[in-house]
T-cell receptor
Framework: KNQVEQSPQSLIILEGKNCTLQCNYTVSPFSNLRWYKQDTGRGPVSLTIMTFSENTKSNGRYTATLDADTKQSSLHITASQLSDSASYIC??????????FGAGTTVTVRA | NAGVTQTPKFRILKIGQSMTLQCTQDMNHNYMYWYRQDPGMGLKLIYYSVGAGITDKGEVPNGYNVSRSTTEDFPLRLELAAPSQTSVYFCAIKPGGAEGGYTFGSGTRLTVV
């Protein structure tokens, strides 16, 4: 069964610090990998999307990396802000309509 | 341009009751999806549609039904609500193409008691 596993489950960081979230997947065949940010009580919002040929993709203070050989991805948040407090979800696409969602990493940024 | 609108935002149902979760989009996307999100779990696909008149089962379709009579609307029907259907439901849309971005609604929080 295709799976997407994220770590850590949750983390707390101080405002201004950096953090890195991990995503390991077994989805095959692989089409693309997306990172979403989900604020409490809201739907997920796309941060980045990468195909197998892309190693890194940035969106402001968010930088995603992908190693398609080891089936690992990471999301790095630079200079965290209070508004970064959210759940970050790794989503791997097998086909156009078939997505596998990770359970998410809950990030709490404290002043 | 509201994107994806879901109603209601919250609902409490008694076991055995029925209800329809509404999803409407104004982006003219062909692909529409219904997901449920349970605590500590990734989103699970219930049903999806690739265009008006076409629907198909996802990973967890039991206990649900959908219809897609128009491009804009994709309602999700629960006929006999069960406690296991307590969850947060998200509707999502997507244009064609493998890399098209998904747009999610704000969700419906359903509790079955």
């Amino acid at each position: 069964k295709n799976q997407v596993e994220q770590s850590p489950q949750s983390l707390i960081i101080l405002e201004g610090k950096n953090c890195t979230l991990q995503c390991n997947y077994t989805v095959s065949p692989f089409s693309n990998l997306r990172w979403y940010k989900q604020d409490t009580g809201r739907g997920p919002v796309s941060l980045t999307i990468m195909t197998f040929s892309e190693n890194t993709k940035s969106n402001g203070r968010y930088t995603a990396t992908l190693d398609a050989d080891t089936k690992q991805s990471s999301l790095h948040i630079t200079a965290s802000q209070l508004s970064d407090s959210a759940s970050y979800i790794c989503v791997v696409s097998e086909k156009d309509y078939k997505l596998s969602f990770g359970a998410g990493t809950t990030v709490t940024v404290r002043a | 341009n509201a994107g994806v609108t879901q109603t209601p935002k919250f609902r409490i149902l008694k076991i055995g009751q029925s209800m329809t979760l509404q999803c409407t989009q104004d982006m003219n996307h062909n692909y529409m999806y219904w997901y449920r999100q349970d605590p500590g779990m990734g989103l699970k696909l219930i049903y999806y549609s690739v265009g008006a008149g076409i629907t198909d089962k996802g990973e967890v379709p039991n206990g649900y039904n959908v219809s897609r009579s128009t491009t804009e609307d994709f309602p999700l029907r629960l006929e006999l609500a069960a406690p296991s259907q307590t969850s947060v439901y998200f509707c999502a849309i997507k244009p064609g193409g493998a890399e098209g971005g998904y747009t999610f609604g704000s969700g419906t929080r359903l509790t079955v008691v």
